[in-house]
């Protein structure tokens, strides 16, 4: 299982229980695009499984985070060090 899920207050939290390589990051990345186009949230947290992620961890990340604003859905990333959101320029959870 590369990803889990729970819903909180109309809040989406997803949490990677491993760095992603570049044979499961589209997988993950689609999970979670189809999560929040099912669920519609008010927002998106996302718990990651280091502080330093690899790049396919931060490639899915930057998917994911692409598509929440598409659809103006604030995303956040949890676990993450301060040099890792501000690559992807979210804040923290």
């Given amino acids: 299982m590369l990803i889990s899920h729970v819903v909180r207050h109309h809040a989406l939290h997803v949490t990677l229980h491993r760095d992603l390589d570049v ?11 189809a999560l929040v186009q099912m669920i519609r949230p008010t ?14 961890t931060l490639s899915a990340l930057a998917r994911a985070h692409r598509m929440c604003a ?7 990333l949890s676990g993450a060090s301060a040099r890792t959101r501000r690559l992807l320029d979210v804040t923290a959870e």
Wanted: charged residues 10%; without cysteine; hydrophobic residues 45%.
């Fill in 70 to 76: 598409s659809l103006d859905i604030p995303l956040t």
């Fill in 43 to 56: 927002r998106v947290t996302v718990a990651v499984p280091t502080a330093d992620p690899t790049p396919a």
């Fill in 23 to 33: 044979t499961n990051r589209a997988a993950a990345a689609l999970q979670i695009q």
